[in-house]
């Protein structure tokens, strides 16, 4: 990837969405109205959320020194923000709900036991929070599982969906997205530390951040999309001197595992 990929003509700008749309689980927002009519396909927002949380993690590491750990520090727990935030559970739970994803996501030959134990018991903190959301008034309802909430309330179609089952499509949803999201994340910023004058091009040109996350997917291939964009943003702004703290060789690659990861992203600016 290099500059002149980034320079490419724009598209089109659409209005962006704040997120989530009505707080209400048991009433159509009435946001969905325009968007059937208007924009089938459109952009959700998120984003000044995304670059507060950014924020705040970036200066938690410069409050410690560098050298950090940008995968512990900074991939992973925006990861798991953005996530927390979409299904309406505490971020504070984030540390509980990302380690199970090092057993979840694992690659092996035959299955374990303590595989199965894993999952369901993230299958029973997704099923608490549902029950969470239900306690709360529908007005004070948040993310999916607070869309379930209102499902399971108001719709009689939904009767026959139990709370395993609601809990089993979070379970899922914070799985995939997490490990993916965290995965691009750590990648994208492995990319530009071997390239450290794009970092210093996007922060001279924050409007092509988007085309760099576009590049930048094609480069790692690894499922994800926009939403590391309000990270990378916040990123190359707040630390225009970051650099591997280590030689790119002296890297240690997980092996047994979905996605092609480093264990650690050592870093320093």
């Known amino acids: 990837m290099g500059v002149e990929q980034l320079e490419g003509p724009g598209t089109g700008q659409r209005p962006l969405l704040d997120f989530p749309l009505s707080r209400r689980g048991d009433v159509l927002p009435q946001e969905c109205a325009w968007l059937r009519e208007k ?13 507060a949380r950014a924020g705040e993690l970036l200066d938690a590491l410069v409050a410690e020194g560098g050298p950090a750990d940008l995968r512990a520090g900074f991939a992973d727990p925006f990861s798991a923000a953005l996530h927390c935030q979409v299904l309406g559970v505490p971020f504070e739970d984030r540390r509980r709900l990302m380690s199970g994803l090092d057993v979840a996501f694992m690659t092996a030959r035959e299955p374990f036991a303590d595989s199965a134990l894993n999952w369901y018991k993230d299958v029973g903190y997704f099923a608490d929070r549902l029950h969470d959301q239900l306690a709360l008034a529908p007005e004070e309802r948040t993310g999916l599982l607070g869309r379930f909430a209102g499902l399971k309330e108001a719709d009689p179609e939904s ?24 995965a691009f994340l750590t990648l994208a910023v492995l990319a530009l530390l071997q390239r450290p004058e794009l970092i210093g091009y996007l922060r001279r040109h924050p409007e092509r951040m988007a085309g760099a996350v576009e590049e930048l997917l094609r480069w790692n291939l690894s499922v994800g999309d926009g939403l590391p964009c309000i990270a990378l943003e916040v990123l190359v702004e707040r630390l225009p001197g ?28």
């Open 242 to 269: 970051l650099r591997l703290a280590v030689p790119s060789e002296n890297l240690v690659w997980r092996t047994g595992f979905i996605k092609r990861l480093p264990e650690r992203l050592p870093v320093a600016w």
């Open 39 to 51: 924009a089938p396909v459109a952009r959700v927002g998120l984003r000044d959320l995304l670059r």
């Open 159 to 182: 009767a026959h969906l139990t709370d395993e089952m609601f809990a089993t499509v979070a379970v899922s949803l914070f799985g995939a997205g997490a490990v993916s999201t965290s």
